[in-house]
């Protein structure tokens, strides 16, 4: 019915994503509709892969809490999820608009200078995640004379770009490789120095492309909201009734 293997379907039981079949005397599991359209919610959550910024963990959450038929807080969740998406949205468009200025060869003062945490807010990635780019090469900083790490404009725009082509799920080699080059010469030809599986890709595609991704992930989030909801009027009293009344 869903299209699915029936390996998947046990997956998902046993990470939660799906609550537990009962058994028939015989053994075997019995589903019901409200594990239909829960896996239908699932499949719809996972058919467009965004790793970065947490939007992965949210989603998993979002369909964990379906699962156990709090459909009020999955919402929340779901909504989440969605104004996230359109951040991302913007993100992309934005880092799209910087590598254009970069390859200009406009020169670009640094007004601000700003320490790890503020970045952190400013951007919202992880404090954990910029010492791992920074260990990975991708960033180097420049310290105080107290020893204190501080970021400059120049800094925070290649940080915008790392981040999109992250959320594009461009490895940390491929990202370094292209920021070397044109840090050498603005008018590297960043296709080639990307050097991904597909010929026809570059730092703008790959972003635009992203931004198709988050455009897909968006309607995608969209149903489940309208799913959550289905499911809340057909299914929340049943789930209600059965919390309250457990089998002896």
Known sequence: MIGIHPNTVRFYEEWGLIPRAKRKANGYRVFTDFHIEQL????????????????????????KVSANGDFDKALVLA?????????EQKNAEEAIGIVKQLLSGKPIRDERYLKRKEVSETLNITMDTLR??????LLSVKRKKNGYRVYTDHDIRRLK???SLRCAN??????LRMLNELSMNPQVNL???????????????????LIVSLQEAERNAEKMIE???NMKSRYYQSIFQTRSNPPS
Not at 40 to 49: D, P, V
Not at 132 to 137: C, D, P, Q
């Open 191 to 209: 296709k080639k120095v990307l050097n991904t599986p597909k010929d026809d890709t570059d730092i703008i595609s790959a972003c635009d492309k």
């Open 170 to 175: 461009y490895s940390l080699e491929a990202i």
């Open 132 to 137: 791992n780019w920074e260990l990975n090469g």
């Open 161 to 163: 770009i790392i981040r």
């Open 40 to 63: 239908r919610l699932a499949r719809i959550a996972f058919q467009i892969e965004i790793l970065q910024n947490g939007l992965r963990k949210k989603i998993v959450e979002t369909v």
């Open 79 to 87: 909504n989440e999820y969605l104004v996230q998406i359109y951040q």
């Open 227 to 229: 799913i959550l909801h």
